[in-house]
């Protein structure tokens, strides 16, 4: 009896303070217009909520790619809407996957009711091409607290990166992205609606970024953080040393590394 009473305890101290995790709520009619929703136990009254998404080129990934991630940022006590997106194609680009995201926020939004945490004032991170996002609906709509990017591309108007792009068989997604042919002679305003780096508004922002990262060069998030700086814009930039494109988030130390300099951001702007 005294074991099994043990076994009672330890069973009720593990499950208590774990998270309870929503998979796949639709918030549209693509099958890609979903999300995962991970709350804590506890009173979510005042603790922030994050909305994350997923990198992928634009073009490939989804929920899985983050869903470890998002997880970790949950257990330091925080509302995770890990958010999935349409790709690019002819008909869908970049101002329509702001609309997803857009969607995704008014979802998390209406149905915060249900689960008990803040109906608006949230946080948003990204990683790739889903930093490029993140930084672009955080600049745009204005209505995050905090944006956090994680080897974000976030300049798409000047001729050498899309050379750069071109060289590494990017050039086609990101002509979709922007729904225009990029134009080597002349302005490219298609592109320059699509550049964070052109968009920026007063919205706190760490950039965390790789200084050997083949795919986005390290400049990328160098070049932004000092026109934000120039900008008057609250912003922090980590350079990981030696880290390629996925920042350190497959390794477990730099993960953690990672994951606790977010939450830190996100603890410091959630007022």
Same mark, same amino acid.
């Given at each position: ?148 990017? @994680?080897? *974000? ?5 000047? $001729? %050498? ?10 050039? +086609? /997604? ?49 070049? @932004?953080? *000092? ?5 008057? $814009? %609250? ?10 494109? +996925? /920042? ?24």
């Amino acid at each position: 009896m005294k074991h099994f009473l043990l076994f009672l305890l330890f069973a009720f101290c593990s499950s208590f303070g774990q998270s309870k995790s929503f998979s796949h709520l639709a918030y549209g009619k693509s099958s890609q217009q979903a999300l995962d929703l991970y709350i804590p136990n506890g009173d979510l009254k005042e603790i922030p909520v994050v909305i994350l998404l997923h990198g992928g080129a634009w073009s490939m990934g989804g929920l899985q790619y983050n869903s470890k991630h998002a997880q970790d940022i949950c257990n330091k006590g925080f509302v995770v809407a890990n958010v999935d997106y349409r790709y690019v194609t002819e008909e869908i680009s970049a101002k329509d996957l702001l609309a997803d995201i857009q969607a995704a926020v008014t979802y998390v939004s209406d149905v915060s009711g249900k689960y008990g945490y803040a109906k608006k004032g949230y946080h948003i991170v990204g990683i790739s091409a889903g930093a490029h996002l993140a930084l672009l609906y955080g600049y745009t709509k204005k209505n995050m607290k905090s944006i956090t990017a @994680l080897c *974000a591309p976030s300049r798409l108007d000047s $001729v %050498e990166v899309l050379e750069f792009l071109k060289k590494n068989v990017l050039l +086609d /997604v990101i002509e979709k992205l922007a729904g225009a042919k990029f134009n080597t002679t002349g302005t490219n305003p298609a592109f320059i609606a699509i550049s964070p780096f052109r968009n920026i508004s007063n919205t706190p922002t760490l950039l965390i970024h790789g200084d050997a990262d083949p795919l986005v060069n390290v400049s990328q998030s160098q070049n @932004l953080y *000092a026109e934000l700086k120039s900008k008057g $814009v %609250e912003t922090k930039l980590l350079i990981r040393e030696g880290k390629g494109h +996925d /920042v350190g988030m497959n390794s477990p130390d730099t993960e953690a590394q990672n994951i606790k300099d977010i939450t830190d951001w996100i603890i410091m702007h959630n007022k």
